[in-house]
T-cell receptor
């Protein structure tokens, strides 16, 4: 079983629509970290957010928001009023303390296409 | 800029040849990671360096793959006797290391390797 599951392979929306990218994870750790990264067409992955397992507060940054729910092992990412520049592949990742070095396990990514 | 630098950006070589991929991490980042990304796939972990040592080589797919890091800085990933299945984008990332906390990774633009 995958440790990080991003079930949505590709999502296509029209500009200004809201879109939620799902991330479900699996771990036996009580302390762990979750990340979201964005990979635009140019190729370079960019860090978006880190959340540790003890902090279940949702976070909002501009048009981006993240909903962390330990009860469902999910860390979903919502883009409000999407824009063409949001088109990218988005990766969710899990770093477990059991692994010692916190090497993250990445999901397969969700490709978001925002049409004008 | 002061980001992670990878070279070459693109490499095309014939099957059976050896290739060397280089990564220059962000200054001060003691952790360095190599990943492989095939078309439509997530990030496949290859190897992790802490300083010059590699405590986790578990992701290297075969003994044709090796990596080293010198001076706690530049790393080289070497693939010997390349095969067509080695064709992929090879990504390097670096991060700080702070006790008890997983740090965000900073990625380079990657090396796109094509084996003819």
């Amino acid at each position: 079983a995958q440790k990080v599951t991003q079930a949505q392979t590709e999502i296509s929306v029209v500009e200004k629509e809201d879109v939620t990218l799902d991330c479900v994870y699996e771990t036996r750790d009580t302390t762990y970290y979750l990340f979201w990264y964005k990979q635009p067409p140019s190729g370079e992955l960019v860090f978006l957010i880190r959340r540790n397992s003890f902090d279940e507060q949702n976070e909002i940054s501009g048009r981006y928001s993240w909903n962390f729910q330990k009860s469902t092992s999910s860390f979903n990412f919502t883009i409000t009023a999407s824009q063409v520049v949001d088109s990218a592949v988005y990766f969710c990742a899990l770093s477990e303390t059991l692994r010692g070095s916190y090497i993250p396990t990445f999901g397969r990514g969700t490709s978001l296409i925002v049409h004008p | 800029g002061a980001g992670v630098s990878q070279s070459p950006s693109n490499k095309v070589t014939e099957k059976g040849k050896d290739v060397e991929l280089r990564c220059d991490p962000i200054s001060g980042h003691t952790a360095l990671y190599w990943y492989r990304q095939s078309l439509g796939q997530g990030l496949e972990f290859l190897i992790y360096f802490q300083g010059n040592s590699a405590p986790d080589k578990s992701g290297l797919p075969s003994d044709r793959f090796s990596a080293e890091r010198t001076g706690g800085s530049v790393s080289t990933l070497t693939i010997q006797r390349t095969q067509q299945e080695d064709s992929a984008v090879y990504l390097c990332a670096s991060s700080l290391v702070t006790g008890g906390r997983a740090q965000p990774q900073h990625f380079g633009d990657g090396t796109r390797l094509s084996i003819l």
